[in-house]
């Protein structure tokens, strides 16, 4: 199993960067995605999830209406939008993988990608 995240990087307040995350060695459709994040000094946070359908989605408050999580199935991905980016979003970004939504932490993890927002 592996889960391969990348997008990170260093953006400006107010701006935008996508983070993709591709999975190999599971039945991606049947999996619930999502992303979590951690700061330094900070404990990991969840930010936003998607159940293998992808009909429904869900957001930690701080990022509702910012972020938006997405995922296509046909090439084993799941993608997060980040818009109006800010300094408090900087963090160690992970996609994380488990059938259930509700155990997502407990599943498989990727590497992280490092996001910086700063100006």
């Known amino acids: 199993v592996q889960l391969q995240a990348s997008g990170g990087g260093l953006v400006q307040p107010g701006g935008s960067l996508r983070l993709s995350c591709v999975a190999s060695?599971?039945?991606?459709?049947?999996?619930?995605m999502g992303w979590f994040r951690q700061a330094p000094g900070k404990e990991r946070e969840f930010v936003a999830s998607?159940?293998?359908?992808?009909?429904?989605?869900y957001y930690a408050d701080s990022v509702e209406g910012r972020f938006t999580i997405s995922r296509e199935d046909a090439k084993n991905t799941v993608f997060l939008q980040m818009n109006s980016l800010k300094p408090d979003d900087t963090a160690v970004y992970y996609c994380?993988?488990?059938?259930?939504?509700?155990?997502?932490?407990?599943?498989?993890w990727g590497q992280g990608t490092l996001v910086t927002v700063s100006s």
């Open positions: 060695g599971f039945t991606f459709d049947d999996y619930a």
């Open positions: 994380a993988a488990h059938p259930s939504i509700l155990n997502l932490s407990k599943g498989y």
């Open positions: 998607i159940i293998g359908s992808g009909t429904r989605t």
